[in-house]
Every structure is written in structure tokens, then in C-alpha cells.
């Protein structure tokens, strides 16, 4: 049996170690996923039989995801292939004038409408196969994409029927709609800060789409206004760009009205079902998958070649989310994450104590890459309620405190499976991911909990 803090010297170890390896991006995730807590938990004299049910109780936290991951990034592909995104594009490019900052400002709207289920790995498949197209086409970031999705669906995880909140409300003994209610003042301050974000982003797309632009013609265009981009030119160049990859991808693919209808009716289709929670993701993108291959592909020769085409890029990141499911797995199995958490608040001086909520707040998207979800509502909620409790400060007070604190860093955190979908769906990368987007989120939820704060929902 290990000691609390030995527990917690190997969790931060292999925690920081982890997410330096990763934010270096010298080599790939799946090496440090799964090596180093592997090796940690060797060290700390855990055995081979212990380790193994570590990874295993890990595995089964994400299996789901990543049979999602696999045959949504083949149903996609597919799609992409028989060019049914292509007018789609075209039509985006040209109602946003090949204006980055309208295209970040309706990315953030459908962000927030696509969480409406409360399920990161669904929103996160509805928005980013369709908009990154744009965003390429556009020769925008597709960091930009990933972070302006990924804080709109964090405002909308305060929803009762999501994780966190209904998390707080077991531990305080709330009714989830309860603590909504009480949220939402700082979810519609939450949601407007997103589209101001949005708004500086696409701002700065914009000086980058100019930038590039005076360098292909002349000097002169440095002052061009969004509608002297030529639309109509990139929307072109965009077609021809799917025309001559489909031709490159030689394969015997159906076309006629009739196909391309069906295929608008089976992504409507998934869309509903996902929507409506008639089927989990993973056996809504099988069924939705062999249907495609069905519809577009000709023959048994092209349904190979799909398979063969895209497999190499959906198990690639199917590999980074089992890696992960190695590191999970020890550090919950091993009991590292829990006392973490408690070691953190334990080392607070007693005279904060009426502040502890607060404080807490403030470092939640910090806290988030050093504990799991489960281990900040279940562990450290707990400490913090009963700790500030004494000073007069209300459970809800307590809950909505690290709610909000916390909430708003939900997809920066390697703990979260849905956020390795959302990489490998955009083509990223985890270190590059969070340089961009931990030092704007982590501000973003500073200013809404001083604001929160400040209007007393904190008491």
C-alpha cells in the first residue's frame, strides 16, 4: 500500500512529465500516454497483474470512443470523397464573404447549439468534419477551429443533463435543475464572452488572410477591407482542389442525384439519432459506415479501397486514445488522482478558508490537467464545501464556485477522450493544441469567476 504522499510526489511526476512530453511534440502521444505511467507504476512497486487491471478498468472508459473515433472518421472520409460537402463549402465561403470573422463567429454559434446533448465527443463530430474544409479552404488555423468549439461547448457542459453539474449536485445533495438555475446568469455571460473571443480570433484570422494575400499580389493590398477578397476565386479553387483529389483517389464511387440525396438523408440521419440518443455514437457510425460503403462504393474493390484509404488515419488516433486509456487507468486505479486533490487543498493556510471556493476557482482549468473530472467534483468539492462551509458559505455557493471555475477548462485537459477525437478529427496536435488554447481559456475562466464573483453567486 502506498503512502499519500508518495502517491502524490508520482502522480504530479508522471502528470508533468506526461504533458511536457506532449506539448514538445518530439514524439508520439501514444510513447508518453503510455509509457511513462507505466514505468510510474512499476517504480511505486504496483505488479504486472496490477498494472494490467489498471489498463484495463482504462480501456473500458474509452473503448466506446474510440470505435466512434474509427468509423466516424471512415463515414466522413467517405462523404469527403464523393465530394457531398464540396457546394456545401462553396455556399459557406461565399454567404461569410471570405471574412474570417463572421466564420469564427458561426463557428461559435454552432458549438453551442451542437452541445446541446451535453456530449463533447457529439459535438465535437457534428462541427469540425464540417467546418474544416472552411477553415482550410480559408487558409485559417485549425487551432482556431479546435479552441473556439471546444470553449463553446465548455459553457454549454452547465447544463443539468451534463457531466459537472450533475456531479456537484450528488456531492451537495441538489437537484442538478437547481444548480442550472442558479448557473445560469454566469452561462449567459459565459456564452457572450465566447463570441467576443471568437470575434479576436477571427480578427486576427483576418490579418493573417490579408497578410497573405498582400504577399501573393502586392504590397498595396495591406489595407484591403473583408470584401476585396476575391470569394467567388476561393470558393473555385476550393472545387477544383476536391475535384482533382477525388480523381487522385481512383476509386469506382456512384454518382448521380438519387446517391447524393441518400447520403444528405444518412448524415441527417446519424445527426438525429446522436441528437435524440437514439443509439450511442459508436454503433451509430457502424451502421452509418456500412451503409455509406454500400450506397457510394460500386463494388467490393472500392469498399476495400475506403477502408484502406482512411483506416491509417483513424487508427492512428485510435492508438493515441488506448495509450491513453494506460494512463487513466493508473493514475485513477492507483488512487494518484485522489490524493493529488486532497494534498492540494490540504496545504491552504486556514486563514483562506472562507476564500477557499474562490481560490479553488480560480486555478480549476489548471486543476483540470492534474486531476480527472471524477476526482475534482468527488475529492476536492467535498473539502472545499465542507471547509467553507464553516465561514457561512452556502453549498451551492461552494459548487457553483468550482463549477464555473473548472467547467470552462473541459476540453484542454489529455484527460478528456473527447478531446483526442477532436484532435484527430481536425488534424492536430496535443502540444500545439494547448499552447494556443490553456493560456486564453485559463484567463477566460478567471474574468467569469471574478465576474460571478462580484454579483455575489459565490455566498
Known amino acids: 500500500m502506498q503512502s499519500a504522499l508518495g502517491l502524490t510526489i508520482a502522480g504530479l511526476a508522471i502528470i508533468f512529465l506526461t504533458v511536457a512530453i506532449l506539448i514538445r511534440g518530439k514524439v508520439s502521444p501514444i510513447v508518453p500516454m503510455a509509457l ?53 463549402i462553396r455556399a459557406l465561403i461565399r454567404a461569410t464573404r471570405g471574412n474570417p470573422v463572421f466564420i469564427t463567429l458561426g463557428t461559435a454559434a454552432i458549438g453551442v447549439v451542437a452541445h446541446l446533448d451535453g456530449s463533447g465527443s457529439t459535438t465535437f463530430l457534428l462541427t469540425i468534419p464540417a467546418l474544416l474544409p472552411l477553415y482550410k479552404a480559408m487558409h485559417m488555423s485549425r487551432y482556431t477551429l479546435l479552441t473556439i468549439v471546444a470553449l463553446a461547448a465548455s459553457v454549454m457542459n452547465m447544463v443539468p443533463w451534463a457531466g459537472p453539474v450533475g456531479r456537484a449536485g450528488s456531492v451537495i445533495a441538489q437537484d442538478p435543475h437547481d ?26 484570422e483576418l490579418r493573417r488572410v490579408r497578410k497573405r494575400s498582400a504577399q501573393q499580389v502586392s504590397a498595396g493590398e495591406d489595407s484591403a477591407s473583408p470584401v476585396d477578397i476575391d470569394v467567388e476565386k476561393i470558393a473555385t479553387e476550393f472545387a477544383e482542389n476536391q475535384r482533382q483529389q477525388q480523381a487522385e483517389i481512383g476509386l469506382s464511387f ?50 476495400t479501397g475506403v477502408l484502406h484509404r482512411h483506416a491509417p488515419n483513424a487508427l492512428s488516433m485510435a492508438g493515441v486514445i488506448i495509450a491513453a486509456a494506460m494512463f487513466l487507468g493508473v493514475l485513477n486505479g492507483s488512487g494518484m488522482l485522489e490524493e493529488i486533490a486532497l494534498q492540494l487543498i490540504a496545504i491552504m493556510p486556514e486563514g483562506v478558508g472562507q476564500y477557499l471556493h474562490i481560490i479553488v476557482a480560480f486555478f480549476g482549468v489548471p486543476l483540470d490537467l492534474l486531476t480527472s473530472t471524477d476526482a475534482y467534483y468527488f ?60 493560456p486564453l481559456v485559463w484567463a477566460f475562466s478567471i474574468v467569469l469567476v471574478a465576474i460571478c464573483w462580484g454579483m455575489g453567486m459565490f455566498a
Open 379 to 438: 475529492s476536492v468539492l467535498p473539502i472545499v464545501q465542507e471547509t467553507a462551509g464553516n465561514f457561512g458559505v452556502s453549498g451551492m455557493g461552494a459548487a457553483a464556485a468550482l463549477i464555473v471555475g473548472n467547467v470552462i477548462g473541459t476540453f484542454v485537459s489529455p484527460f478528456s477522450p473527447a478531446l483526442w477525437l477532436a484532435l484527430g478529427l481536425a488534424e492536430g496536435q496535443m502540444g500545439h493544441y494547448l499552447k494556443r488554447a490553456l
Open 179 to 204: 444548480i442550472w438555475i442558479h448557473l445560469l446568469p454566469a452561462q449567459g455571460i459565459a456564452m457572450l464572452g465566447v463570441f467576443a473571443v471568437a470575434a479576436a480570433l477571427g480578427i486576427l
Open 36 to 88: 511513462i505511467p507505466a514505468i510510474g507504476a512499476l517504480i511505486l512497486g504496483y505488479s504486472f497483474e496490477e498494472l494490467s487491471d489498471f489498463f484495463s478498468d482504462g480501456l473500458k472508459s474509452v473503448m466506446s470512443v474510440v470505435v466512434m473515433f474509427i468509423f466516424a472518421i471512415i463515414f466522413f472520409g467517405i462523404m469527403q470523397d464523393v465530394g457531398l460537402f464540396t457546394p456545401v
Open 254 to 303: 456512384r454518382s448521380g442525384r438519387a446517391v447524393t440525396v441518400i447520403n444528405i438523408v444518412l448524415i441527417l440521419a446519424v445527426l438525429v439519432v446522436l441528437l435524440a440518443g437514439l443509439l450511442p455514437p459508436a454503433p451509430a457510425f457502424l451502421i452509418a459506415t456500412t451503409v455509406a460503403m454500400l450506397v457510394n462504393c460500386q463494388d467490393k474493390a472500392a469498399q
